[in-house]
């Protein structure tokens, strides 16, 4: 009577979402006349508020309202997607002589501090989305603690249908522009 007991409440358990995981990897393109730079630089994980700080795909289905796709998330947060994709361009670059996370212990000359104002895949009004990151960058001369640059870079990437893992190929074209930005 037990044993039919514990089986028959199993049924009464939220049942677990399956779920599909997705690391855009984007294609960075090391070109020849960047300049070369002697200094090292760190680079700050990106600030996000609370939805962009989250491994769930964001859609914007309408301007001013933002859901998540169902059953569909990042590999990680989306800042953490930006920060690992701009590492390692930067570093892939050769044209740094260092480059590292804040918080490597590395003494860097200067520092990349971000905000990731969107990472989301908007309909825009559209029958089909597109990925659109949204960054605000300052770089910031460590020594005297100033601000030595500052530009927003916004990319949109149309998305060739309406599936996740096309709004996934979308984001890997969009996170290529915005990294070689």
Partial sequence: LLAAASLAGCGILPKQETLA??????AIAVDGAWPQANWQLQIARPY????HDSARILVRPQPGELRVYKGAAWTQPAPDLVLDTLLRAFADSGKLNGVARRGEGVSAQYELLLDLRRFESDYDGGAAPS???EIGARLVHNAGNRVVASRVFDVTVPTEGTDV??????FERA???VTAQ
């Fill in 165 to 170: 893992v096309q709004v996934n190929r979308a």
């Fill in 175 to 177: 996170m290529s522009d």
């Fill in 48 to 51: 996000a508020d609370a939805m």
């Fill in 131 to 133: 990925a659109r990151i």
């Fill in 21 to 26: 995981v997705y690391r855009p990897e984007p």
